[in-house]
T-cell receptor, first 115, second 116 residues
Framework: AQSVAQPEDQVNVAEGNPLTVKCTYS??????LFWYVQYPNRGLQFLLK??????LVKGSYGFEAEFNKSQTSFHLKKPSALVSDSALYFC?????????????FGRGTSLIVHP | NAGVMQNPRHLVRRRGQEARLRCSPM?????VYWYRQLPEEGLKFMVY????????ESGMPKERFSAEFPKEGPSILRIQQVVRGDSAAYFC??????????????FGPGTRLTVL
């Protein structure tokens, strides 16, 4: 079975500082990895994904994520946080081989950016 | 290009009533997924459908819940004889195809079901 862990329920960061939202995964074979963002009372919006190739993936709104196979991690990062980045962030994994093609989502991490 | 549409956005039902949640996927998308979101629990997969076919319903409760995606019209998630534990946000997502799972999904705004 595939799984995702987002070890932090909440991340607090000051505006202008770099941010990291952590994600680790477990899946048979090679993973497909995703980050989504959810604003209050809205559905999830796709930010970025890792399929293959370069371990550093760039996505929407200045976000990026680094795939680390040895640590089975896919942390979301941004060099300079904005107050408007405050939202709920979800990491998801699906299996390129062996695992399920249906994505499994983490429990979400609430990012709070303070002015 | 309209995104994924869900209605109603809010639905209040009394225990024992039926709830019908509708989802229209993005234009050109033929794959629909339903998820349930509870506070502190994240997003849980319920069912995956293509037109006129249920592909994977491994996350769907065995009783009272059903889903369909007819040839014409929206996908419908139906909950019969609702109980208070069914109160949650229900999200629909669509994709143009599934392939091997590397395709991102597009989510609707959700239906928030409250059971009194």
């Amino acid at each position: 079975a595939q799984s995702v862990a987002q070890p932090e329920d909440q991340v607090n960061v000051a505006e202008g500082n770099p941010l990291t939202v952590k994600c680790t995964y477990s899946v048979s074979g090679n993973p497909y990895l995703f980050w989504y963002v959810q604003y209050p009372n809205r559905g999830l919006q796709f930010l970025l994904k890792y399929i293959t190739g370069d371990n550093l993936v760039k996505g929407s709104y200045g976000f990026e994520a680094e795939f680390n196979k040895s640590q089975t991690s896919f942390h979301l990062k941004k060099p300079s946080a904005l107050v408007s980045d405050s939202a709920l962030y979800f990491c998801a994994v699906s299996g390129a081989s062996g695992g399920s093609y249906i994505p499994t989502f983490g429990r979400g991490t609430s990012l709070i950016v303070h002015p | 290009n309209a995104g994924v549409m869900q209605n109603p956005r809010h639905l209040v039902r009394r225990r024992g009533q039926e709830a019908r949640l509708r989802c229209s996927p993005m234009k050109g998308h033929s794959h629909v997924y339903w998820y349930r979101q509870l506070p502190e629990e994240g997003l849980k997969f319920m069912v995956y459908l293509q037109k006129e076919n249920i592909i994977d319903e491994s996350g769907m409760p065995k009783e009272r819940f059903s889903a369909e995606f007819p040839k014409e019209g929206p996908s419908i998630l139906r909950i019969q004889q609702v109980v208070r534990g069914d109160s949650a946000a229900y999200f629909c997502a669509s994709s143009p195809f599934s392939g091997t799972g590397g395709i991102e999904q597009f989510f609707g705004p959700g239906t928030r079901l409250t059971v009194l």
